[in-house]
């Protein structure tokens, strides 16, 4: 597997101040750029890639929404390198209106997990009063906690702190809750 995707924590930020579609770059603990995305605007099926650096020379993940504009999307997660399907990540849609939730499947379409927003109450102060409040997501794989997605509290950058230093056992492939974090930043940083 390939080390940049064996950090225990990333930082996913937005980048500010593109007219169309939208750039994230991922750092590692010591501010390096380990990855760096590309959503493409004006697209009726999202399709995400993650390269290795903003040259975009190499392509490391795909990530394809299945249908136009769903509530409920389901988007495949594909290794560009090795050729193969991860898994997939899909919203929630109904359940997501108070409390956004994500599904973790694995390469069979098989739920493995779960991301859920940190709290129902605080859920509901983000969307009626607020967006002020950063928002907090716990990955569950098995029933286990094996991640954290953290948002910085800044109303003008999305920003998002991903920890995987419970995912000791590696539980969760990288590659997958990597596209987790980068779903989190760009489709529920929409919401607020």
Known sequence: MDKRYA???YLIRRKIMKLVGADFHFFDQNEQLVFFANLKAFKLKEDIRIYGDEDKREELL?????????FSATYDVFDAVENEKVGALRRKGMKSVLKDEWLILDAQDREI???KEDSTALAIVRRFLTNLIPQTFECYVNGISVCTYKQNMNPFVSKINI???????NILDRRLGIAAGLLLCAIEGKQS
């Not at 795909?62 to 769903?70: E, F, L, N, S, V």
């Not at 920890?163 to 056992?169: G, L, T, V």
């Open 7 to 9: 950090y225990d924590s």
């Open 113 to 115: 997990g779960i991301i």
């Open 62 to 70: 795909t990530i394809k929404a299945r249908q136009i504009i769903d």
């Open 163 to 169: 920890d995987f230093s419970k995912n000791r056992d």
